[in-house]
């Protein structure tokens, strides 16, 4: 079993660029979201999703766009890079009402 | 709102020491609660859970107990290994099913030979 994956596993972004974090499971899980991990502050909530077309925005969605076109796949998306948006980002999924979450292995984002 | 609070690390403990990483939490409602370990280049990984008071969660020698009297949920190992080394979320969630799990801050533990 595949469950979470996550690409890329590291990336270096120089201010200003754009990217996509990709983020795949295989579960048929409704519920998804991304989180960023930054030290000292544990893990804090982008964005989630409950269902294909519905997105929501968590603790610290500024600087970051979701679409959820399918069930399998949450994407997000970084418009303009900022320094402030190097992190290791991690996306998690699992059934509406159920846990527990699953994790991917995390993408590390480095901005310049 | 709903948050979590853990104990700050880093823990370094030797090998064959009992460990206890402290966890409360304030709730709006009544929720479930959940350990995770993060070992090294790794994502998270549920540890343990309970969904109600009195509760105890357990896994691979890892206990905690729903405390909803002291709003707890502390984790407990009566002798760690080398290989525990990870750091360690507590986390909540309301369960109604959307809501998003809540996670304290983490705590590392390095245990050594």
């Known amino acids: 079993n595949a469950g979470v994956t996550q690409t890329p596993k590291f990336q270096v972004l120089k201010t200003g660029q754009s990217m996509t974090l990709q983020c795949a499971q295989d579960?048929?899980?409704?519920?998804m979201s991304w989180y960023r991990q930054d030290p000292g502050m544990g893990l804090r909530l982008i964005h989630y999703?409950?269902?294909?077309?519905?997105?929501d925005q968590g603790e610290v969605p500024n600087g970051y766009n979701v679409s959820r076109s399918t069930t399998e796949d949450f994407p997000l998306r970084l418009l303009s890079a900022a320094p402030s948006q190097t992190s290791v980002y991690f996306c998690a999924s699992r059934r509406v009402g159920g846990q527990p979450q699953h994790f991917g292995d995390g993408t590390r984002l480095s901005i310049l | 709102g709903d948050s979590v609070t853990q104990m700050e690390g880093p823990v370094t403990l030797s090998e064959e020491a009992f460990l206890t990483i402290n966890c409360t939490y304030t709730a709006t409602g009544y929720p479930s609660l959940f350990w995770y370990v993060q070992y090294p280049g790794e994502g998270l990984q549920l540890l343990l859970k309970?969904?109600?008071?009195?509760d105890k969660g357990s896994n691979k020698g890892f206990e905690a107990t729903y405390r909803k009297e002291t709003t707890s949920f502390h984790l407990e190992k009566g002798s760690v290994q080398v290989s525990d080394s990870a750091v360690y979320f507590c986390a909540l969630t309301i369960a109604s099913g959307n809501t998003p799990l809540v996670f304290g801050k983490g705590t590392r533990l390095s245990v050594i030979a």
């Open positions: 579960m048929n899980h409704e519920y």
């Open positions: 999703s409950v269902g294909a077309g519905i997105t």
């Open positions: 309970a969904t109600k008071a009195d």
